[in-house]
């Protein structure tokens, strides 16, 4: 079962989580820098460690912030000028995998940063040795740490972001606020990290670089890398393994489930300056359950790394007569005085469709409205009364741009099997001729009877010609 939505576009990630479609080969590259993700203490600097550090709560929420360092993998320094817009921000998740489903629990404000140290470190992921600079660039296969303290200090809001192109304008309109142990920092709720509330549960920290310029190399799609940890407590947290660096943490959704699958879709967005066409990056997951009682669990998630233009809505194939229950939107959750809205999308089953959507974009709720915007993360979910077949999901986006404004996956998706149309007599899959010689030859008896009275007569003769031709 499929239907003819307007694009596809979906892509596989290769080697760490670069896009072979998109990026340009490096060896046709000169004179470029890429800016991906690491963790502190790794590769023989920075002291050593996980490094994610609690600072305190405030109600139910918990602040944390995450150590990162920058690796600079091209072959010219990257800026980082402080105090300008010229500078990398950096973005702090946590997600859980817990029955089944992989969700998006932490995210915090930005840290905009200030001076990268070129520190050696970054040799075996760069393939050369460090190229010191000075403080407002990062060398070539060079390293930079912030420790978690300096990230926790988090200043810049998501809302003022391009993270397609990394522009953005300094000084920013906004500056956190609320209670100094939480404010801009990654918060989490104890329950969603407390071992005794969720055994078998798994955890991912990610972070994510913005740096201003890279999309004009085709650079900007291999920025978010994640680590797996471990909650011991509400209050600590210790790294299990080492970073896959350029490998967001959606991705490893279909590595810990056999019943998910998580793929990508490349959209087109405005370059640099108003000019040109690059790629945003968003990942689309789902997978199927039965659930033993007659009914399956259909589970979605839409993660937006990077797409400028976001997400608006997202619809799935469900025909009307599939009776679907605890139907349930997940999004993410804005705090210490960012703008966007925490609002639920609405949702409706008609039309063979369950579409979640938000408001629509406007010159007026461009900083407001609750769209899925870069580097979060929302589920879409359900129970269903029919087993899975391949159909499609549609992800719409939210604001205009180049290109299509919607993109279709293909996906497990419930369907029910109704009783075939009572014209097509001999059963092919179509009303033709063969069904009206058919109930020919059986008038005035049973043969041909297509209105179950029995009996084959005109009005069976007439059921066939009115809908002679159809698919069945």
């Keep these: 079962m499929r239907l003819a939505f307007c694009a596809s576009v979906t892509g596989a990630l290769i080697g760490g989580g670069l896009l072979a479609s998109t990026t340009p080969s490096v060896a046709d590259l000169v004179d470029y820098y890429d800016v991906i993700t690491l963790y502190a203490g790794e590769h023989g600097y920075g002291g050593g460690g996980t490094d994610v550090e609690y600072y305190g709560s405030s109600g139910d929420i918990g602040g944390w912030a995450i150590a990162t360092t920058a690796c600079n993998l091209g072959d010219t320094p990257a800026p980082w000028n402080g105090g300008t817009n010229d500078v990398p921000v950096i973005a702090q998740q946590v997600y859980r995998y817990k029955a089944g489903r992989f969700e998006l629990i932490g995210m915090s404000w930005l840290k905009h940063s200030f001076c990268a140290v070129s520190e050696p470190g970054c040799e075996e992921i760069a393939g050369g040795n460090c190229q010191s600079t000075s403080c407002d660039t990062l060398g070539v296969g060079c390293g930079d740490t912030y420790w978690a303290d300096l990230n926790a200090d988090a200043d810049a809001p998501r809302s003022e972001i391009n993270a397609t192109t990394g522009e953005y304008t300094y000084p920013f309109n906004l500056a956190p606020s609320g209670p100094s142990s939480i404010r801009g920092r990654l918060q989490m709720h104890p329950d969603d990290i407390n071992p005794s509330l969720n055994a078998g549960a798994q955890y991912f920290i990610e972070g994510q670089y913005v740096e201003p310029g890279e999309s004009v190399f085709g650079m900007q799609l291999n920025n978010a890398s994640s680590r797996a940890v471990r909650f011991t407590s509400t209050t600590n947290c210790s790294g299990l393994g080492g970073t896959v660096d350029q490998l967001p943490a959606v991705k490893r959704w279909e590595t810990l489930d056999s019943n998910a699958t998580v793929v990508e879709i490349l959209t087109d967005e405005t370059g640099q300056g108003g000019e040109g066409i690059v790629n945003g990056l968003v990942h689309v997951g789902h997978a199927a359950t039965d659930n033993g009682d007659g009914t399956w669990h259909y589970e979605f998630l839409v993660h937006n790394q990077n797409s400028h233009r976001s997400v608006g809505g997202f619809s799935v194939q469900v025909p009307d007569c599939v009776e679907i229950s605890n139907v349930e939107y997940r999004g993410p959750v804005y705090h210490s005085g960012e703008t966007v ?116 007569d005109v009005d069976d003769i007439l059921m066939v010609l009115a809908a002679f031709g159809s698919p069945c």
């Design 341 to 456: 809205a925490n609002d639920p999308w609405t949702w409706e089953h008609s039309g063979g469709m369950l579409t979640f959507s938000t408001d629509a974009h406007s010159e007026a709720n461009d900083g407001t409205a609750p769209a899925l915007r870069w580097a979060t993360m929302a589920n879409f979910r359900f129970d269903a009364d029919a087993a899975p077949v391949m159909g499609d999901l549609a992800v719409d986006l939210w604001r205009s741009g180049p290109g299509e404004a919607s993109h279709v996956v293909a996906a497990d998706v419930p369907d029910c099997d109704e009783e075939p149309c009572p014209e097509d007599i001999n059963g092919d899959g179509m009303v033709n001729v063969d069904d009206v010689l058919t109930v020919i030859a059986g008038y005035g008896g049973p043969g041909g009877d297509v209105d179950g009275d029995g009996d084959t």
